[in-house]
């Protein structure tokens, strides 16, 4: 089974500044996606961005950035040039392609608040 | 727009009360899926269906049930409500089982209160 750990419950952050939230996962499957997801106090749930197991290279999205270690089982988002409305809930989750149930696996969240 | 609609987006009930939240899908995705959110915890995965009259059980299944008669509809059914199941429930649609990393499609959420 997988499993998902995001250690910090919240984090601060002053606005434009830079900040990075931490997600490690255990599996041992080769071939996989990891995922973090963004909500805010509307509860609706944002895919933020996506990384896929066998791409070596880190996927962006603007603003938003990962640092994909794989052998390490890490998987940590950057959000650079911090904005008031990135303050919400951020979910890292793994995704295994293959089987009957290619269902999301989540951590426990971290609150991220963006300080003006 | 294609949307996964949830409702009610809050219910408050009382013990033993059957009730159902209902999910519907307008983009004829073959897969869907019921989480479960709570604080601490992350969102659990209940439920999940690979198509019409096939589901199966996730990773919190106890208590809940559900049903999939047609393509864009996946209900979850309370048959007696307890508040260890006040919860925030998520369901979450995709065009196929494996095709998730393009993208699932959250509902809003439905916020149920057992008392």
């Known amino acids: 089974a997988q499993t998902v750990t995001q250690s910090q419950p919240e984090m601060s952050v002053q606005e434009a500044e830079t900040v990075t939230l931490s997600c490690t996962y255990d599996?041992?499957?080769?071939?996989?996606?990891l995922f973090w997801y963004k909500q805010p106090p509307s509860r609706q749930m944002i895919l933020v961005i996506r990384?896929?197991?066998?791409?070596?290279q880190n996927a962006t999205e603007n603003r938003f950035s990962v640092n994909f270690q794989k052998a390490a089982k890490s998987f940590s988002l950057k959000i650079s040039d911090s904005q008031l409305g990135d303050t919400a809930m951020y979910f890292c989750?793994?995704?295994?392609?293959?089987?009957?149930?290619?269902?999301?696996?989540f951590g426990k969240g971290i609150t991220l608040s963006v300080r003006p | 727009e294609a949307q996964v609609t949830q409702n009610p987006r809050y219910l408050i009930t009382v013990t033993g009360k059957k009730l159902t939240v209902t999910c519907s899908q307008n983009?004829?995705?073959?897969?869907m899926s019921w989480y479960r959110q709570d604080p601490g915890l992350g969102l659990r995965q209940i439920y999940y269906?690979?198509?019409?009259?096939?589901?199966d059980k996730g990773d919190v299944p106890e208590g809940y049930k559900v049903s999939r008669k047609e393509k864009r509809n996946f209900p979850l059914i309370l048959e007696s409500p307890s508040p260890n199941q006040t919860s925030l429930y998520f369901c979450?649609?995709?065009?196929?089982?494996?095709?998730?990393?393009?993208?699932?499609?959250f509902g809003s959420g439905t916020r149920l209160t057992v008392v």
């Open positions: 269906s690979m198509n019409v009259e096939v589901t």
């Open positions: 990384q896929e197991a066998y791409k070596q």
């Open positions: 979450a649609s995709s065009p196929q089982t494996g095709q998730g990393a393009r993208g699932y499609t």
């Open positions: 983009m004829n995705h073959e897969y």
């Open positions: 989750a793994f995704m295994k392609p293959t089987g009957a149930n290619s269902k999301l696996t």
């Open positions: 599996t041992s499957e080769n071939n996989y996606y």
